[in-house]
């Protein structure tokens, strides 16, 4: 199965600012996505990262937010803008797999004081 | 949408066996996922069940029944390695829903 770097794995942020999150991938895939987990709570989609194309947002998530860039097979970054502390999350990418199932990064824990 | 559910907790005794249910309701469906998610880490892949049946990995098996729209993961021989939390994944087309989890701590 595909292996994913995904750095940083934490950081603590002022309110205001904007942090940028990044995945790097050991093989080309297809899909690839960025979920968040909010403490104690389950994963939730974000969003679907497209090649050469804008990134599709689920319900509740915009571009303005969230902007999201893919430019080839192995890497993607998210980048959570204007941070308030209600954006303080573990947010993981992940890439799609049928056989291997879906693989996660290692999250990146994000604290916004 | 997609509705997803699991029970919130479980406890065990180590050695003993653990079945966690998982039902959902989505608007498609393309496969089940579960994942187990240690405190702190990314979730990693279990098991996946696209057609009904029980698919058995060592001490971890999953079972699916599409008309019921259930699914459950038997956990056989609990180690306390096993505590964690036990994610379940609906595939619709290429995105994964997942439900609340369910933690299960093993006790000596």
Partial sequence: SAVISQKPSRDICQRGTSLTIQCQVDSQVTMMFWYRQQPGQS???IATANQ???ATYESGFVIDKFPISRPNLTFSTLTVSNMSPEDSSIYLCS???ESDGYTFGSGTR???V | GQNIDQPTEMTATE???VQINCTYQ???FNGLFWYQQHAGEAPTFLSYNVLDGLEEKGRFSSFLSRSKGYSYLLLKELQMKDSASYL???RDDYKLSFGAGT???VRA
């Fill in chain 1, 43 to 45: 994963l939730t989609l």
């Fill in chain 1, 52 to 54: 050469g194309s804008e």
């Fill in chain 1, 95 to 97: 890439v799609g797999s």
């Fill in chain 1, 110 to 112: 994000l604290t916004v």
């Fill in chain 2, 15 to 17: 050695g003993a066996i």
């Fill in chain 2, 26 to 28: 989505t608007s498609g």
């Fill in chain 2, 88 to 90: 379940c994944a609906v």
């Fill in chain 2, 103 to 105: 933690t299960v701590t």
